[in-house]
């Protein structure tokens, strides 16, 4: 995994906080490889349904940036009941919860 504690923690808590204590925040894609190089902040909220998520996410990963620093973050959202997509599949499959 190619975060340091103190980005999980922060990642993990602005989640918590945006979107409830019930929220599981999973990290997926090329972050988890250390042996790759570069690449984004991919996430996956697993909250109850949340109204206007969009701007939810977007708050979230505004928290995130002013914490961590300007840097591109992916934020997937899904609750129970919601269509999901393969990208929210894979997420889900193969994310680690942070």
């Known amino acids: 995994m190619r ?17 409830g204590s019930e929220a599981k925040v999973r990290l997926f894609g090329s972050r988890l490889d250390a042996h790759k190089k570069g690449g984004d902040i991919d996430l996956l909220e697993c909250p109850t ?11 979230m990963s505004a928290k995130i940036q002013m914490q961590l620093g300007e840097r591109k973050i992916d934020i997937l959202y899904t609750w ?6 393969p990208v929210h599949e894979a997420a889900r499959r193969e994310g680690i919860v942070l």
């Open 3 to 19: 975060l340091t504690e103190r980005q999980r923690t922060t990642i993990r808590d602005c989640g918590l906080r945006t979107f």
């Open 49 to 59: 349904p949340v109204e206007n998520a969009g701007l939810v996410a977007a708050r």
């Open 80 to 85: 129970p009941g919601r269509l999901q997509s």
